[in-house]
């Protein structure tokens, strides 16, 4: 059974750049959430996908955004960049009759300077 | 709205002595409470969940939590302290509202382990 990937592991972007990570979901899971860590904080919460569309956002503004392929995969996209911005972004999957519980990715590293 | 507060940002034990991480929770309805125990530069990995069957939950590296409603609370438990378990632990909470199950985190506890 393959486990939750995310990519890139890293990557430093410059303030006002717009960024891309990526996640593919552990085999048999239909739910993607991301997640925000900021350093020395736990998790927040960002938004979650399934069946392709958004379900549920937390709050986070609309240069946040986010899109879920036919396959499961997600990806996070980050418009105008903030260095605020910079933290620890976790993946997480799950199956949809048991969404809450939720198996994560090792995440990507951004660093907004 | 949901809330967890994680007592002691920083715990330091001995190895072979007993860990306690507590956790305190806040929900509108019955809660499904989790631990997930993250080392450095990981992401999180799932410790144990309580999704309303037993109140004894057990855990994968010989952790328990117990879930006790009256005290709102989801302390983690360990008899003895390895070397190993020295990571930074996160009690979450999710609950049934709306048609998604977010997990709202605590701030996080740091264990030490002291040989």
């Known amino acids: 059974e393959t486990g939750v990937t995310q990519s890139p592991t890293h990557l430093i972007k410059t303030r006002g750049q717009q960024v891309t990570l990526r996640c593919s979901s552990q085999s048999g899971h239909n739910t993607v959430s991301w997640y925000q860590q900021a350093l020395g904080q736990g998790p927040q919460f960002i938004f979650q996908y399934y069946r392709e569309e958004e379900n549920g956002r937390g709050n986070f503004p609309p240069r946040f955004s986010g899109l879920q392929f036919p396959n499961y995969s997600s990806e996070l996209n980050v418009n105008a960049l903030e260095l605020d911005d910079s933290a620890l972004y976790l993946c997480a999957s799950s199956a949809r009759d048991r969404v809450y519980e939720q198996y994560f990715g090792p995440g990507t590293r951004l660093t907004v300077t | 709205a949901q809330s967890v507060t994680q007592l002691g940002s920083h715990v330091s034990v001995s190895e072979g002595a007993l860990v306690l991480l507590r956790c305190n929770y806040s929900?509108?309805?019955?809660?499904?409470l989790f631990w997930y125990v993250q080392y450095p530069n990981q992401g999180l990995q799932l410790l144990l969940k309580y999704t309303s069957a037993a109140t004894l939950v057990k855990g994968i590296n010989g952790f328990e939590a117990e879930f006790k409603k009256s005290e709102t609370s989801f302390h983690l438990t360990k008899p003895s302290a390895h070397m190993s378990d020295a990571a930074e632990y996160f009690c979450a909470v999710s609950d049934s509202g709306g048609s998604n199950y977010k997990l709202t985190f605590g701030k996080g506890t740091l264990l030490t382990v002291n040989p």
């Open positions: 929900s509108s309805v019955p809660p499904y």
